[in-house]
């Protein structure tokens, strides 16, 4: 497994040969006995190139994480014999690890939290997938179902606003209605995670059909293309808070709707991290970027 993964990583039987120290040879043998073992090809050449095959991609999508789980031991041996501070793992979507986590974690350590943090980003299904195996403490994600054996705590209620390119015919509204999106160059967010299934439902009601441009899962590369002129797109303070100093246009949008975001984690968890100093910092880090973001809303929490 080790010489498989060099040699999809390298791309060639000299490059796994350097990095695993081993001769040219050696490596060969070791891969056309592995192919032996699968009883199928992993590999093809293209271009003077070794290219993985559908099920060698297959496969090294399954013993990376295997790799990567081993690695993380290997990490956290040299932790506790260096009797380094625990390690809390935080499960994020991508907007949330860049906008809420970095003032989340300096306060964090600020007020002497004993826990180093260590953010990782995945969708909404990977971050609910690692809440629930215990992989993280917690979970950032929009707004999930209710999933049996799961917790979550309410962090923000963001209000979704239009983005607009700077000096868009759009721009001169301080509301935008679905009859105004009709016609328009647009950018979807996120469908299978819920966002974009408010904005269609609304335009559907409407009879609006904009022109679709792109889909962009991400909500803060949406944001961007909004920016770039792209589209119009539905955005929220999180996500348009790295662009609204570069020009982006934020407008209300009604009726009005809302994107929610929650700290997720499973009822098994033990309770070494300190779960709920750690929710009230998100919490507050939150409500204090959806206050400072104009046109934005902020609803407080109860």
């Known amino acids: 497994m080790e010489v498989f993964r060099a040699v999809v990583r390298t791309g060639s039987i000299t490059g796994a040969s350097r990095v695993l120290g081993m001769s040219q040879p050696g490596v060969s043998k070791i891969l056309a006995q592995t192919e032996d073992l699968c009883g199928f090809c992993l590999f093809e050449r293209l271009h003077g190139r070794l290219v993985p095959t559908q099920r060698g991609l297959n496969l090294f999508e399954e013993t990376e ?82 999933v049996p054996g799961m917790r979550s705590f309410l962090l923000a209620r963001a209000r979704a606003l239009c983005a607009l390119p700077p000096g868009h015919a759009l721009a001169e509204r301080d509301t935008i209605r679905p009859a105004d999106l009709h016609g328009q160059p647009f950018v979807a967010i996120s469908r299978h995670e819920g966002p974009q299934a408010l904005v269609d439902r609304v335009l559907q009601d409407e009879g609006v059909r904009p022109v679709e441009m792109a889909e962009c899962p991400l909500i803060i590369g949406a944001a961007g293309m909004a920016h770039a002129g792209v589209g119009i797109a539905f955005t929220d303070a999180f996500a348009a808070r790295p662009f609204i100093p570069r020009g982006l246009v934020l407008r209300d949008f009604e009726p009005a709707l809302v994107f929610e975001y929650r700290a997720i984690w499973s009822e098994g968890m033990n309770n070494q991290f300190d779960r709920a100093a750690f929710l009230r910092l998100l919490g507050q880090c939150a409500e204090e970027i959806l206050s400072e973001t104009p046109p934005g809303r902020v609803t407080r929490l109860s």
């Open 65 to 146: 994480r295997l790799f990567v789980g081993m690695e993380e031991i290997g990490h956290l041996v040299e932790r506790l014999r260096a009797e380094q501070p625990r390690r809390a793992v935080i499960a994020s979507i991508p907007v949330l690890a860049q906008e809420l986590m970095p003032p989340v974690t300096g306060r964090w350590l600020r007020h002497g939290g004993p826990e180093r943090l260590a953010v990782t980003t995945r969708d909404a299904g990977g971050v609910m997938a690692m809440a629930a195996s215990r992989r993280a403490e917690l979970g950032l994600s929009c707004a999930p179902a209710r």
